[in-house]
C-alpha cells in the first residue's frame, strides 16, 4: 500500500512539473506580446504609464485564493 501512495505522489508530482514548464512557456508568449503591444502604442504616441495610475485608482484586481486540499474536499486517501 505505501509502495503504491509512493508512486501516485511521484507520477503527480512529475504531471505537475511538466505543466509548470508549459504554464511558464505560455506566460513568457503572452509576456512578448504585451511589450511588443507596448512598444507600438509608444510609436503611436500613448504612454500607458501615465494611465496605468488611473486605472489602479478604479480597480484593484483581487489575486488568486490560495485553497487548501481540505477546502477543495480533495481527499489523497479517496483517490488510491
Same mark, same amino acid.
Given at each position: 500500500?505505501?509502495? /503504491?501512495?509512493?508512486?501516485?505522489h511521484k507520477g503527480s508530482i512529475?504531471? *505537475? +512539473?511538466? /505543466?509548470?514548464? $508549459?504554464? @511558464?512557456?505560455? @506566460?513568457?508568449?503572452?509576456?512578448?506580446?504585451?511589450?511588443?503591444h507596448l512598444e507600438e502604442l509608444?510609436?503611436?504616441?500613448?504612454? *500607458?504609464? =501615465?494611465? *496605468?495610475?488611473?486605472?489602479? =485608482?478604479? $480597480?484593484?484586481?483581487?489575486?488568486?485564493? /490560495? @485553497?487548501? +486540499?481540505? /477546502? +477543495?474536499?480533495?481527499?489523497?486517501?479517496?483517490?488510491?
Open positions: 500500500m505505501s509502495q /503504491e501512495k509512493i508512486g501516485f512529475s504531471v *505537475l +512539473a511538466k /505543466e509548470r514548464e $508549459e504554464l @511558464v512557456k505560455i @506566460v513568457n508568449i503572452t509576456e512578448q506580446l504585451m511589450q511588443l509608444k510609436k503611436l504616441g500613448v504612454d *500607458l504609464t =501615465k494611465e *496605468l495610475p488611473k486605472q489602479e =485608482k478604479q $480597480e484593484k484586481p483581487k489575486g488568486p485564493k /490560495e @485553497v487548501s +486540499a481540505d /477546502e +477543495a474536499g480533495i481527499s489523497l486517501d479517496d483517490q488510491l
